[in-house]
């Protein structure tokens, strides 16, 4: 798939451009992003799920998983991390499913292991990560994929039928025998021989022009 092979090929890009610029000074004043073992950003979800499905939704089970949970069975901040990480140590020694009393030793351990509320009991401690066992065994069922609550999904596709429908922007998405939509083209060029790339989400071709 071009997407796929589109990584994979050498050049300059924005995302790597966006590097080099360094932070916006807009954003000093900002408190910075607490320093997390593993975290996920609500917007970059949300987003790249509408992306996949309006441009390539063959990718988007191979990347999310549409769980039942609702948005309160899953944990969040430096708790998210401890699953996280209870997760990868239950991927190192064990297959299938853990029992209760596995599952309330990792993440314990986890818990220790990245200082989430030293202070606090090891029984204060299994009990606040144990609403998140049916979150656990999603990641485990859908093989470390990003796990999505119902609230996410439903988010998704209403953000989907809103860009499909809306009168600003449903003529992207309607193909004529006049017009051909291309998603995710690929571009590449080069500037005084340096190579340079593009991924264009959604291109429109005129064929009369």
Not at 43 to 56: A, K, N, Q, R
Not at 149 to 168: C, G, M, P, Y
Request: proline share 4%; charged share 25%.
């Amino acid at each position: 798939m071009e997407k796929l092979s589109y990584y994979d090929e050498l050049g300059v890009s924005q995302s790597l451009l966006k590097g080099y610029l360094g932070s916006n000074p807009q954003v000093y004043e900002k408190e910075a992003d607490e320093d997390l073992w593993y975290t996920e950003k609500k917007h970059f979800i949300i987003g790249d799920g509408v992306d996949m499905l309006l441009t390539t939704p063959e990718l988007f089970d191979t990347i999310m998983f549409v769980s039942e949970l609702a948005e309160e069975d899953k944990p969040s901040g430096k708790g998210l991390g401890v699953v996280h990480l209870a997760y990868e140590k239950f991927l190192e020694d064990n297959t299938g499913l853990p029992n209760i009393d596995e599952y309330n030793s990792l993440m314990l351990q986890a818990a220790r292991e990245l200082e989430w509320n030293p202070k606090w009991k090891d029984d204060t401690i299994i009990k606040n990560f144990t609403p998140y066992l049916s979150y656990f065994l999603d990641l485990i069922n859908s093989d470390g994929k990003i796990v999505l609550t119902v609230e996410d999904k439903s988010k998704i596709d209403s953000l989907v039928v809103a860009i499909r429908t809306h009168e600003n922007t449903a003529k992207y998405f309607t193909p004529t025998e006049s017009i051909v939509i291309v998603k995710q083209m690929a571009i590449y060029w080069e500037i005084d021989g340096l190579p340079c790339k593009a991924l264009l989400d959604l291109c429109v071709i005129k064929n009369k022009n």
